[in-house]
């Protein structure tokens, strides 16, 4: 079971976004109600709309949000982990990218990364024209991999996204095994 300080971690992880969302809602619905709550005279179609389109969002959250808390309780724990990749530059001494999932540990966290489309993309994104490998275990920096997570905007956190997919009636709840890891190389201390 996580120790408390990192589910306090975990649990802020999931509220930012809802406040976020809560915010959203609030302002969509504000623009067809008084100050004092009430719908504006022949705004109530809008408001009702707004009110479902809002409601329709809520929900997919939600599923989202249960599915994140159950596995937070779930027999192994699933953490937050930090995984470091070798980005553009880390050869010239830039920093690492950091990426957030939810795993038992740091080979689970790896697996789960490597299937995530955002993660995917990224490398499409990062990789030198021509550079068709995929993802390796050498990429990843150990030095900066860990357990939990640090300031928010520090790193990308794809627990939510991971959630998505896992919510999915079609997701696939077995993920392949990545290939044994080579020796991590010696990689300066920076953080992104």
């Given at each position: 079971?996580?120790?408390?300080?990192?589910?306090?971690?975990?649990?802020?992880?999931?509220?930012?976004?809802l406040r976020q969302?809560?915010?959203?809602?609030?302002?969509?619905?504000?623009?067809?109600?008084?100050?004092?709550?009430?719908?504006?005279?022949?705004?109530?179609?809008?408001?009702?709309e707004a009110r479902?389109?809002?409601?329709?969002?809520?929900?997919?959250?939600?599923?989202?949000?249960?599915?994140?808390?159950?596995?937070?309780?779930?027999?192994?724990?699933?953490?937050?982990?930090?995984?470091?990749?070798?980005?553009?530059?880390?050869?010239?001494?830039?920093?690492?990218?950091?990426?957030?999932?939810?795993?038992?540990?740091?080979?689970?966290?790896?697996?789960?990364?490597?299937?995530?489309?955002?993660?995917?993309?990224?490398?499409?994104?990062?990789?030198?024209?021509?550079?068709?490998?995929?993802?390796?275990?050498?990429?990843?920096?150990?030095?900066?991999?860990?357990?939990?997570?640090?300031?928010?905007?520090?790193?990308?956190?794809?627990?939510?996204?991971?959630?998505?997919?896992?919510?999915?009636?079609?997701?696939?709840?077995?993920v392949p095994a990545?290939?044994?890891?080579?020796?991590?190389?010696?990689?300066?201390?920076?953080?992104?």
């Amino acid at each position: 079971m996580p120790q408390p300080s990192h589910l306090i971690d975990d649990i802020q992880a999931l509220l930012d976004p809802l406040r976020q969302m809560h915010r959203r809602h609030q302002a969509a619905l504000d623009e067809h109600r008084t100050k004092d709550g009430y719908v504006i005279e022949g705004h109530h179609a809008a408001y009702e709309e707004a009110r479902y389109t809002t409601a329709i969002e809520a929900s997919d959250t939600l599923d989202t949000i249960r599915n994140r808390l159950e596995r937070l309780i779930a027999a192994p724990a699933h953490r937050a982990f930090t995984i470091a990749h070798k980005g553009p530059g880390h050869d010239e001494g830039a920093s690492p990218w950091l990426f957030v999932v939810n795993a038992t540990d740091l080979d689970d966290a790896h697996r789960t990364l490597t299937q995530l489309p955002s993660y995917k993309n990224w490398l499409v994104d990062t990789r030198a024209p021509g550079d068709t490998d995929s993802a390796s275990n050498a990429d990843v920096v150990s030095d900066h991999s860990h357990v939990g997570t640090r300031a928010p905007g520090t790193y990308l956190d794809l627990r939510q996204e991971q959630e998505q997919i896992l919510a999915s009636p079609t997701a696939s709840r077995s993920v392949p095994a990545p290939p044994p890891p080579s020796p991590p190389s010696a990689a300066p201390r920076r953080s992104r």
